[in-house]
């Protein structure tokens, strides 16, 4: 069973960057593609970011496009999020994610089926 374990999370003045990682124990992580999803209090959990399993393919929400970078480094069994130009209305908790059956829905939650245990991100103005 795969487990994810995310850190990096912090509090950065608006502007600013941060670089979240997430480290898998267990499976095959060069196998199956990973997920950065958030949730700000009071909020659905939202998607942020795709990588499939050889990192080719990403994808990104279009709130954090231009903004957020997604990589992964298949030998250190790790995945990130590079962000950049940081907003508060990036303020949120951050979660990794593993979809184990890629079906082209990467924006949705239930495509995942492994997730962390989230990390804090606090943007301030």
């Known amino acids: 069973q795969v487990q994810l374990v995310e850190s990096g999370g912090g509090l950065v003045q608006a502007g600013g960057s941060l670089r979240l990682s997430c480290a898998a124990s267990g499976g095959t992580f060069g196998t199956y593609a990973m997920g950065w999803f958030r949730q700000a209090p009071g909020k659905d959990r939202e998607f942020v970011a795709f990588i499939n399993w050889s990192g080719r393919t990403t994808y990104y929400a279009d709130s954090v496009k231009g903004r957020f970078t997604i990589t992964r480094d298949n030998a250190k069994n790790t995945v990130y999020l590079q962000m950049g130009t940081l907003k508060p209305e990036d303020t949120a908790v951050y979660y990794c994610?593993?979809?184990?059956?890629?079906?082209?829905?990467?924006?949705?939650?239930?495509?995942?089926?492994?997730w962390g245990q989230g990390t804090q991100v606090t943007v301030s103005s």
């Open positions: 994610a593993a979809d184990y059956h890629y079906s082209g829905r990467h924006y949705a939650v239930y495509e995942y089926e492994i």
